[in-house]
């Protein structure tokens, strides 16, 4: 049980072009998703967390008009990365947790470069 | 501010016990995870611990001293695909999760 997916695995796109990645609970009901950004040897960063049916917290320093979530049901997220530049490229994790548990269930990751 | 704190790097040898340090300061506590990541993969869960003590789970154990901000993940018997960074994660009173840097551990035969 608890297992969250994400779609694309890998993408690669031109500078300027957009990509939306999604994230599935397919098991469970999410109701707060968690988007991570991942530079090459650097920790986890939290982008943003969304609840369901309602607008994402962005974190700090994050553009929340260059990366858009949508968190419409309680099994789907989606982070669209706008505008897209060489430095959007990165390693992308989705995670989500249910109700009152601390556990938050990880996708296998979107990895994203921008040529 | 919070600020969770894991060796960079440890090197350990196959078939051996070694032990990752984390100490943490944060407002609030509910909780702290260990995960595994292997490079270019998303973390893994690998032990959650909200009370004072050892948790054991098969090769792997995590400990948690609340009152010194302190916990480690024991890893016994090492095998090559132990070679993997090692997250150290607290919950604060928000409910919002707080990552260390990652211990990457690399394993010699």
């Known amino acids: 049980g608890a297992v969250v997916s994400q779609h694309p695995s890998w993408v690669i796109c031109k500078s300027g072009t957009s990509v939306k990645i999604e994230c599935r609970s397919l098991?469970?009901?999410?109701?707060?998703m968690f988007w991570y950004r991942q530079f090459p040897k650097q920790s986890l960063m939290l982008m943003a967390t969304?609840?369901?049916?309602?607008?994402?917290?962005?974190e700090q320093g994050v553009e929340k008009d260059k990366f858009l979530i949508n968190h419409a049901s309680l099994t789907l997220s989606t982070l669209t990365v706008t505008s897209a530049h060489p430095e959007d490229s990165s390693f992308y994790i989705c995670?989500?947790?249910?109700?009152?548990?601390?556990?938050?269930?990880f996708g296998p990751g979107t990895r994203l470069t921008v040529l | 501010g919070q600020n969770i704190d894991q060796p960079t790097e440890m090197t350990a040898t196959e078939g051996a016990i070694v032990q990752i340090n984390c100490t943490y300061q944060?407002?609030?506590?509910?909780?702290l995870f260990w995960y595994q990541q292997h490079a270019g993969e998303a973390p893994t869960f690998l032990s959650y611990?909200?009370l004072d003590g050892l948790e054991e789970k098969g090769r792997f154990s995590s400990f948690l001293s609340r009152s010194k901000g302190y916990s480690y993940l024991l890893l016994k018997e090492l095998q090559m695909k132990d070679s993997a960074s090692y997250l150290c994660?607290?919950?604060?009173?928000?409910?919002?999760?707080?990552w260390g840097a990652g211990t990457k551990l690399i394993i010699k035969p």
């Open positions: 944060t407002s609030g506590f509910n909780g």
């Open positions: 611990n909200v």
């Open positions: 995670s989500a947790k249910t109700g009152d548990y601390n556990e938050q269930f």
């Open positions: 098991d469970f009901q999410a109701t707060t």
């Open positions: 994660a607290v919950t604060d009173s928000n409910y919002q999760l707080i």
């Open positions: 969304s609840n369901e049916g309602s607008k994402a917290t962005y």
